[in-house]
């Protein structure tokens, strides 16, 4: 173990450490603290100055693709003190949310309602960065040692633990392609609401994605075109701006019956499973999808003719930056790859709404020796959403994961409606024993043969 002056060890030995503080390592920490049986000593750190879910898609009038009671713990516990209906007495909006007679909540809301869970919770520390992972071995057995920076002051303190949680969350992809040309006007979509008034000021902006995130951010310009006065353009390379899956049969498909029964198939299945399954989670909602076609109606009446260009079957294969003879932004050399021609546009804003992937933490690579990685380098994940640790005693010193388990547990991996229950599951692992009763049967539909 390397100590420096700065380097303050803890006599105390935590249950549980939390690496990242996201909706679903919050709710974790929201249900432990709720829990008058649960006798887990948890703390979770993260590098942000508070709480802030997806800040830069915050975006006004949007709302979440799940109902309110996907909230942190409801679907665990609904008596929890930390429930959306709680914060709703608590804001005194109880009667505002029942006449608003709507299961899905403004998305700016939802963050509030998380930043106030989290001002609620004493085992949450933010503007504190985890930097470093090892395991050593201490009077009490062997553990996590954990080193945390302040974000703040750089100074680091050393915390134990037995088991470690991850909640770091994906972060934004581009592509090779797009990667080394990001700039101020050539953005992911993660940061479109810090930058969205120098879009309104531009000539012409471009949005790539088929998403929702794409969907909403276009939504939005197009609503502000007119006054505006820029050039709007979509593009993505789908076969079209197709709509979610959100019949309440398939909405199934995100219940810990299907997640069970997604678990027990081969891994070569599940890959094959999930390459077709992307309207279930990738597409956009049929509302935004009408409020979208509505815009465009009401922009066009009356002989109007507004600069708005929708292309799908559309891939962006080269972007060059434009800095000569005055002229600023970029150059998008594209594939119409079904009809397998050429085509260029310029645009001065460039907002690629393209996703996200998922990464290992800089402060686990001192771990990564003793985690089982599948033959595609990911995480082997277990039942109780445990990675496979190599010469690993059961039941000591596990390392969980939230939301990065997809290829081993299916779509509903980042889905806010499963939070609760993947947490209840970790919980009960955590205490050996049940805090937080789960189910094994929740839905109609029958997924496997029994």
């Known amino acids: 173990m390397i100590m420096t002056d ?28 709720g829990s008058d049986e649960c006798a887990v000593k948890a703390l979770f750190f993260e590098q942000k100055p508070e709480f802030e879910w997806h800040g830069g898609m915050l975006i006004d009038g949007t709302t979440l693709q799940v109902p309110f009671m ?65 395991q050593v071995t201490r009077k009490d057995g062997v553990c996590y040692e954990v080193v945390v ?18 909640g770091v969350g994906n972060v934004p992809h581009v592509g090779e392609t797009l990667s080394s040309q990001l700039s101020e006007t050539m953005f992911h979509s993660a940061s479109y609401t810090k930058r969205r008034k120098q879009c309104l000021d531009a000539k012409s902006i471009t949005v790539v994605g088929s998403g929702q995130s794409a969907a909403e951010i ?17 593009l993505t390379r789908s076969r079209g701006f197709f709509p979610m899956e959100y019949s309440k049969l398939g909405l199934e498909h995100f219940s810990p019956d299907y997640t069970s029964y997604f678990f027990d198939l081969p891994a070569s299945k599940k890959d094959s499973i999930l390459g077709q399954q992307h309207l279930l989670y990738k597409g956009i909602s049929a509302v935004t999808i009408a409020d979208i076609y509505d815009e465009l109606y009401h922009a066009t009446s009356c002989g109007k003719r507004p600069k708005i260009s929708l292309r799908p079957l559309t891939e962006v294969k080269e972007v060059i930056a434009l800095n000569e003879d005055g002229e600023t932004g970029y150059r998008l050399s594209c594939w119409q790859w079904e009809q397998e021609e050429w085509f260029s ?16 933490p800089h402060c686990l690579e001192s771990l990564t020796p003793i985690i089982n990685w599948d033959g595609q380098g990911r995480y082997q ?49 955590l205490a050996d024993r049940v805090v937080y009763p789960v189910t094994n049967h929740n839905v109609f539909q029958q997924f496997g043969v029994q």
């Open 149 to 166: 920076q302040h974000a703040e002051s750089k100074e680091e303190a050393i915390y134990y633990a037995r088991h470690l949680v991850l």
């Open 345 to 360: 546009l310029t645009s001065e804003q460039v907002i690629l709404a393209t996703g996200y992937r998922q990464i290992t």
């Open 381 to 429: 994940v277990d039942a109780q959403y445990r990675l496979a640790l190599k010469d690993k005693v059961k039941g000591q010193n596990n390392i969980y994961i939230q939301n990065g388990e997809l290829h081993t547990h299916g779509i509903g991996a980042p889905d806010l409606g499963l939070g609760a229950h993947r947490n209840a599951t970790i919980i009960n692992d």
């Open 70 to 134: 996907a909230d942190l713990v409801t679907m665990a516990d609904p008596t929890s003190p930390y429930s959306y209906l709680n914060y709703l007495r608590a804001e005194g909006r109880l009667y505002a949310f029942y006449f608003f007679e709507k299961f899905h909540i403004p998305r700016q809301e939802y963050n509030h309602y998380c930043q106030w869970v989290a001002k609620q919770l004493t085992s949450c520390q933010f503007g504190q960065q985890v930097v470093r992972t090892t």
């Open 218 to 234: 276009f939504y939005d310009l197009l609503k502000s075109q007119s006054e505006y006065g820029y050039e709007l353009t979509w």
């Open 6 to 33: 700065r380097l303050a060890p803890s006599d105390v030995t935590y249950d549980v450490i939390g690496i990242g503080i996201g909706p679903f390592n919050l709710g974790l920490a929201a249900l432990l603290q």
